[in-house]
């Protein structure tokens, strides 16, 4: 590994170096393997659960270890510049957001120490349906109250990790789109328990994808959960969700600098390594320039993210930054990635560098959890004051 290269690695220095340690045991071997049996890494997310990472969101009142959000994104960073994939157990950080912030005194109680403990597994977030993308207040899913119970029909796609998770953070829709003033009011969230919801209303189908990640399909058939799994108040599960979108998307910024981290370790590894023509390959200067570029434009999404978490911490708005962080970050990933791949030549092709596999793994988060586009638009809109456009 490099010696810093001027990201900030004196930022929380015990939790990464902690990170490393456990990452150090899931070599590049370890995901090869889970990614050619398309399997879930269940060792490394447990031992992830067992040192505590996980729970680092949650205030230490419910057991969890009460990070700031930028400690927090230390530890997605580390994971994905060691490597690995922080993809695979990201969500049990953040989902719990939404309890957390709009839960009940009781619903908190119940949940968060299990959740903090990792005996509950809260790691789905059903929200994309096929017929909506992008546009979440067009999701059709429907919860029909029926006495102290919901009643749920619909359709969730890319739910990832509904296999792997006793719970689900479902947002399906409680008021008919007509009879609301705005398309976002009248969803719903709602804590769905997996472990006893499938066969009893809701499949699950898995989709094979150009990435080990685990995701399905939910198709919900009458499934009944009760009215005391609400999330806050009816109609306004829409708000909720943006509510812990920033979050989110500075987690996802600083697993996407891991990322770039980890291709540029290894480009430059690889260029200064590799001898074609009497020379090391890293001496071409069209070689080492896209390299070069690459580590400017992924420095420069840091330094956003760090922007972001700094303001989130502080309790300002963050809106802005965090998107900017996401995307940023999410570019420069891909650029190192690409520029990886080229500086590996052929190899760069084959299974055991590695690269070929974090190649698919950063593509992702420029398209999700949001795609870049729609933080253009966000930006566009909200920052410019230009027309929205969406
Ligand atoms: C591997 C994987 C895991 C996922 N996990 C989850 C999960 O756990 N839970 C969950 O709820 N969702 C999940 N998603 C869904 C993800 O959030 C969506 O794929 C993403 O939000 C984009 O939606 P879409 O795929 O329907 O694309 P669409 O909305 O159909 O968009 C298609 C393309 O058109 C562009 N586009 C659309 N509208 C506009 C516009 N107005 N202006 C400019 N460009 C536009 C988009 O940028 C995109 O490139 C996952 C997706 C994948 C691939």
Redesign the pocket.
């Known amino acids: 590994m490099s010696n810093g290269w001027g990201f900030a690695d004196d930022r929380f220095p015990e939790v990464r170096r902690a990170v490393q340690r456990l990452c150090a045991d899931f070599p590049g071997p370890y995901w090869q393997e889970m990614d050619a049996a398309r399997a879930y890494p269940t060792a490394f997310v447990q031992a992830m659960t067992a040192a505590g990472f996980l729970a680092a969101l949650i205030p230490e009142e419910y057991g969890g270890g009460g990070a700031s959000i930028a400690e927090a994104s230390v530890i997605l960073e580390e994971i994905n510049r060691s490597g690995g994939n922080g993809g695979v157990c990201h969500a049990q950080m953040y989902t719990m957001g939404a309890l957390l912030r709009h839960g009940s005194a009781g619903q908190k109680a119940a949940w968060l120490p299990e959740i903090a403990a990792g005996r509950l597994r809260l790691q ?5 349906e096929p017929g909506a ?3 979440t207040s067009a999701i059709q899913t429907r919860a029909v109250a029926d006495g102290d119970e919901y009643v749920i029909s619909g359709q ?1 796609i ?3 990790r509904a296999e792997h998770s006793d719970l689900l953070l479902l947002l399906a829709r409680t008021t008919p789109a007509a009879e609301v003033e705005k398309r976002t009011h009248g969803l719903s969230l709602f804590l769905v328990d997996l472990r006893t919801a499938r066969g009893a209303g809701l499949t699950i189908r898995p989709i094979p ?1 150009m ?1 080990n ?1 685990q ?1 399905t399909e939910l198709f919900f058939d009458g499934l009944r959960v009760p009215a005391a799994n609400r999330i806050g108040e009816e109609g306004r599960g829409f708000r909720y969700v943006l509510d812990g979108m920033n979050a989110e998307r500075i987690l996802i910024a600083a697993e996407s600098v891991g990322d770039g981290r980890w291709f540029v370790e290894r480009a430059v590894e690889y260029a200064n390594s590799r001898v074609v023509f009497g020379r090391p390959i890293g001496q071409n200067q069209g070689v080492q320039f896209p390299i070069a570029a690459a580590y400017a434009h992924l420095r420069a999404a840091d330094l956003m993210r760090w922007e972001a978490a700094r303001l989130f911490d502080s309790g300002q708005p963050c809106g802005a930054e965090a998107n900017l962080a996401k995307m940023l970050a999410a570019d420069a990933a891909w650029e190192a990635a690409n520029v990886c791949l080229q500086t590996h030549g052929g190899f760069g092709f084959a299974t055991e560098y590695d690269v070929e596999r974090k190649f698919r793994e950063a593509k ?1 988060y420029q ?5 870049n ?2 933080v253009l ?1 966000y930006v566009a809109q909200h920052v410019l004051g230009l027309p929205r ?2």
């Open positions: 789905a977030f059903g929200v994309t993308g992008s546009d969730k890319w739910t990832s994808t990435l990640h995701t992702l398209i999700a959890p949001i795609s586009n729609l638009a456009s969406y």
